[in-house]
């Protein structure tokens, strides 16, 4: 609920503090000159400033919705559930939250705010967070100029979205730190022998932190079997092979009703401090 994360908010027009109404139905700054966001029926607030640009659409966030219901992932947002409960991490950022399946099994245990510059994903967000109890908030905004306090959170989690290093450096806590998930080599490989002649392994997320600390790197493979042609659609969709697949390869998963495929997860610690 925005109600119980407001105070880490701050105000993208002037950058004065937030708080919310005893209503709860609008969010406003309080500096000099007064800026109101009214929260949406959905209950999430768009702070996105003017030049922000948007992010998914209604139909990406359906098919990674289908998909991400099923619990292909499921292992994966326990795993992250795992560190951060044992990091003790009271308040929690997800940096680029997409439609908030991560978030809101995140935000049962702790305080969580998802943020993303999709307004289809954050209002789905909102919505599942209604339907499921989660206590997750969600706002519209841009990863690069985040609508939050400095120093305001335990840990940020960052998971298959941009890494903005100097603004995740500003709004964690001293003691803080960053987790951030990206396709290992062989993530998704059974997809790719499915649809190219010569696959390829992932080469690994390029936009590590340069000036944070690695604590800890681990990796999370298993293996899913996908069934049916909308649930390796919906899939397919997620994945940056949707935007560079020739229609011919593309072409080669329509008469697929079964994908059985490895995933692989690497999945990387910061802390604030001087990387080595």
């Known amino acids: 609920m925005i109600s119980n994360i407001s105070y880490l908010l701050k105000c993208p027009v002037c950058g004065a503090a937030m708080q919310t ?41 359906k098919a990674r919705t289908l998909f991400l219901s099923n619990g292909y992932y499921e292992p994966l947002s326990d795993e992250i559930n795992g ?11 997800d940096a680029g939250c997409g439609e908030g399946y991560y978030t809101n099994r995140m935000g049962t245990e702790r305080r969580v705010l998802g943020v993303d510059l999709s307004r289809a994903g954050i209002d789905a967000a909102a919505k599942s967070a209604k339907q499921s ?47 951030l998930v990206g396709a290992g080599e062989r993530h998704l490989l059974g997809l790719k022998e499915l649809i190219y002649d010569n696959p390829y392994l992932n080469p690994g997320r390029a936009d590590l932190p340069t000036t944070m ?17 909308e ?29 059985e495929t490895e995933v692989d997860f690497d999945i990387f610690l910061y802390g604030k401090g001087q990387s080595k």
Request: aromatic share 8%; with cysteine; proline share 4%.
């Open 21 to 61: 109404d005893p209503d709860g139905r609008v969010c406003r700054c309080v500096g000099a000159r007064v800026h109101c966001y009214d929260v949406s029926r959905s209950g999430y607030l768009n702070l996105t400033s003017p030049g922000d640009g948007a992010g998914d659409l209604k139909a990406a966030v």
């Open 83 to 93: 560190i951060l409960k044992d990091l003790d991490a009271k308040t929690v950022l």
């Open 133 to 179: 109890g989660s206590g997750a908030a969600f706002a519209v905004g841009s990863l690069f100029k985040l609508p939050v306090s400095d120093r305001t959170f335990d840990a940020i989690t960052n998971l298959f979205a941009p890494c903005a290093e100097a603004e995740f450096l500003r709004v964690l806590k001293p003691t803080g730190k960053l987790l």
């Open 213 to 229: 600390q690695l604590l800890e790197h681990r990796r999370l493979t298993y293996s899913i079997n996908v069934k049916g042609r």
């Open 231 to 259: 649930q390796i659609a919906a899939l397919f969709s997620m994945t940056p092979y949707y935007w560079r697949t020739s229609n011919v390869d593309r072409h080669k998963l329509d008469a697929a009703e079964t994908l």
